[in-house]
């Protein structure tokens, strides 16, 4: 059964915790380790559900994996690769989008890979066409089997020109990956440029690799015929000091996460001052925190980076429903990113969402049908509910919300969070949180 939490809102989140390396880069850096025979050791490892899917698909396919929980190292000997049986790699799919990116090391070393049907949050339709059409390009070949697909490349993987239609994140990687050992030159336009994109970079290019990257969003892969291990300490997780940010905003809190990186964070940053949020960054992380009186209504729009990452919109809206006037936010990323928005209204946030693109931007969802923008109104008293989690960052959001509402509110589903936030309930206590887990 599902855990439920009980929340008792009203407080303020006080105290400091630490952010880890970060959910969307760790599972790619280990991928890579299988692009060599030797050991590779990643650094900045959280404890997070996806680690652990990733591990055991690493084991699947023969890899050693062992993870020193207290030091957040992993080292990942790759020695001798075998192709899993697709039952048991489809059966931990339903939890995680990283299989797809075994093609390219898989193919480079075994010269096949197995695609299951891909699980993650439930934020849009998220297909993997780019990454199919990327793999095609490359020279591969898939058929279907009752799992997934077996793909192959009877004429090795060569490196050329390829466009991506929107600059992705997951199908930037999948290049990347497969490119640093093709034959040739690859040339990616319209890449994301993400700061996990660069983590990313970084491994590969103490790997061996060579990669070039311009401001026009192009990446130059030259492949090499053969890549070593890394040493790699994973940037900080912005997405979770994001979160936790926003959380000090909403609860009228003072929150110092130390490992917090303003590099990587500036869009975000500039957000929070906008919105009436203080921060200061110090050496060894950010303290965020509400300086009392009103917040302001904004306008928000998500965006590819370097725009405002659409991991953080949800955290930040909550925020809005204590700001004074009337915010507006533009959804550009993903299509279906506002159903959390119910619960929220449930609890008395005025919110009202709409199919039309009510930021700067045209988008892509613009006349679809898709509910991608939302009318805020605040300040609204949130009051306690019974909520269900419906994905990651939506869930984490809804906690947020229960923080700040006066009396009891149940979080139920609530293990979802443990995909990318580590050891949350920890920090929760830490941060003087009046919860109880309900098993
Ligand atoms: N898209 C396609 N076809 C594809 C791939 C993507 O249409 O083949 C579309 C998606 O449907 C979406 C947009 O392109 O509308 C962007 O998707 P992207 O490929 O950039 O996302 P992703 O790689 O699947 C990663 C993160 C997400 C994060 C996005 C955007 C991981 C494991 N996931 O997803 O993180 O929101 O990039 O930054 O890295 C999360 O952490 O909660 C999360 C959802």
Known sequence: MASVLEVRGGKPLTGEIFVRGAKNLVPKAMVAALLTEETSTLRGVPQIRDVEVVSELLQMHGVDVDYQQEEGELTITPGSLTLPDPIQVDALAGSSRIPILFCGPLLHRLGEAFVPDLGGCHIGDRPVDFHLKVLEDFGAVRTSTPHGMHITAPKGLRGKPVRLPFPSVGATEQTLLTAVMAKGFTELSNAAMEPEIMDLIAVLQKMGAIISVDMDRTIRVEGVDKLHAYRHTALPDRIEAGSWASAALATHGDIFIRGAAQKDMTTFLNYFRKIGGAFDVQDDGIRFWHPGGELQAAVLETDVHPGLM??????????????????????????????????????????????????????????????????????????????????????????????????????????????????????????????????
């Not at 930040?316 to 533009?330: K, R, Y």
């Open 310 to 439: 659409t991991d953080w919109q949800q955290p930040l809206v909550v925020a809005l429903t204590q700001a004074t006037g009337l915010s507006i936010v533009h959804e550009t990323v993903y299509e279906n990113r506002f159903g959390f928005t119910d619960a929220l209204r449930g609890m008395g946030a005025n919110i009202q969402v709409y199919r039309e693109c009510l930021g700067g931007l045209r988008c892509r969802f613009g006349r679809q049908n898709f509910y991608h923008s939302a009318i805020i109104q605040g300040p609204t008293k949130l009051k306690a509910a019974d909520i269900v989690v419906p994905d990651l960052r939506g869930g984490f959001s809804h906690l947020i919300a229960a923080l700040a509402a006066e009396g009891t509110s149940h979080v139920a589903g609530i293990d979802i969070i443990n995909r990318g936030y580590e050891h949350f309930m920890q920090k929760l206590s830490k941060l003087g949180a009046d919860v109880t887990m309900q098993s």
